[in-house]
């Protein structure tokens, strides 16, 4: 069974565990931490029988109508197993609350896997950042509407 709930403070160090196993960008623990204490939506979800974080998503609202999904990280052992479809309906209930309309993010442009996941979730492609990531890889924006 898995819950998708916020995260907690106990839940800060399997969540950067996670990120540096399943994320390419580098994540700072002192900049997760500090997204603890934000208004934005940082939502883990929990294998409640193991208690295991296993997924995690970060967003916030950049702009009154917009809401924008920072990171989505889902363990690669238990990929396919819908955990990122949950994380990312989590948040999209949440900024649709706070009066959002519109959700984006970026995507790395050589991620096929990752840019597939969020077209099948309702995101299309409206751009393309150059440069974005630490080793110069562009990203591709990504919106839908709420």
Do not use: C, K
Not at 85 to 111: C, S
Not at 113 to 119: G, N
């Amino acid at each position: 069974m898995l819950v998708v709930e916020p995260v907690r403070n106990s839940d800060l160090d399997p969540v950067v565990r996670l990120a540096v196993r399943t994320l390419r960008e580098r994540y700072d623990p002192q900049w997760l931490a500090d997204h603890l204490d934000r208004r934005g939506t940082f939502l883990v979800a929990r294998d409640v029988p193991t208690n295991q974080i296993v997924g995690f998503a970060l967003a916030e609202q950049r702009e009154p109508l917009e809401g924008h999904v920072i990171a989505l990280a889902v363990d690669p052992r238990r990929r396919g197993e819908g955990i990122g479809r949950a994380l990312l309906g989590n948040v999209r209930e949440e900024m649709t609350r706070r009066g959002a309309f519109r959700l984006t993010l970026e995507v790395r442009a050589d991620d096929s896997r990752a840019q597939s996941f969020y077209s099948n979730q309702g995101f299309w492609p409206a751009g393309v950042e150059s440069g974005v990531y630490s080793d110069g890889e562009d990203a591709v924006r990504m919106e839908r509407p709420l």
